[in-house]
């Protein structure tokens, strides 16, 4: 079982709809990364996160520490949000450095 | 603030040839981490330099080596390529504090380098 599973591996939606993807780890963690990554390009900080919740613009992340869970939500979704969307987790276990989630396709259709 | 920057966007080299690519980490920064992404999977670290040491490595060959300079940029040497070494090399840059180990470690990217090996 991986240390930080992401769900669900790929998404399409349309053009609008509020958009959805979770991330459940396993190990304990000082903090929870969100990252974006569009084809063939490089990866994108969207959130650092250990507590509570931030937003940015029409996103919003999300995290329970006691449940092990973080979300990251999209509101009115649009065709240039179609990217990965990955979820990392830093942790004391491997010192510090990013265990990283398989990551989300999400695809928006106008 | 200059964000990182990587250099070459591609390269092309052939199987048994060296490469060294390059990453300048954004201003501020001491620590330069290195992934490998292969096409469709996510990265893995390979290794990160603080304060121009190795402090972390993940499970590359000695094939893989790195430098950090004293003005925190850095290098990423392959030996010996192989044909699975074909991938996007990511460089992020972060604040460490004192000791190299810091509980958020929040990292920023460059764009990549996109390496094939024929």
């Known amino acids: 079982k991986n240390e930080v599973e992401q769900s669900p591996q790929n998404l399409t939606a349309q053009e609008g709809e509020f958009i959805t993807i979770n991330c459940s780890y396993s190990v304990g963690i000082s903090a929870l990364h969100w990252l974006q990554q569009h084809p063939g390009g490089g990866i994108v900080s969207l959130f650092m996160l250990s507590s509570g919740k931030k937003k940015h613009g029409r996103l919003i992340a999300t995290i329970n520490i006691q449940e092990k869970h973080s979300s990251l939500h999209i509101t009115a979704s649009h065709p240039r949000d179609s990217a990965v969307y990955i979820c990392?987790?830093?942790?004391?276990?491997?010192?510090?450095?990013?265990?990283w989630g398989a990551g989300t396709k999400l695809i928006i259709k106008p | 603030e200059t964000g990182v920057t990587q250099s070459p966007t591609h390269l092309i080299k052939t199987r048994g040839q060296q490469v060294t690519l390059r990453c300048s980490s954004q201003?501020?920064?001491?620590?330069v981490s290195w992934y490998q992404q292969a096409l469709g999977q996510g990265p893995q670290f390979i290794f990160q330099?603080?304060?121009?040491?190795?402090?972390g490595r993940g499970n590359f060959p000695p094939r893989f080596s790195g430098l950090q300079f004293p003005n925190y940029s850095s290098e990423l040497n392959v030996n010996a390529l192989e044909l699975d070494d074909s991938a996007l090399y990511l460089c992020?840059?972060?604040?460490?504090?004192?000791?190299?180990?810091?509980?958020?470690?929040?990292?920023?990217f460059g764009p990549g380098t996109r390496l094939t090996v024929l």
């Open positions: 990392a987790v830093i942790s004391p276990d491997s010192n510090y450095q990013l265990i």
């Open positions: 201003s501020g920064h001491n620590t």
């Open positions: 330099y603080y304060r121009e040491e190795e402090n």
């Open positions: 992020a840059s972060s604040f460490l504090l004192a000791g190299g180990i810091s509980s958020y470690n929040e990292q920023f």
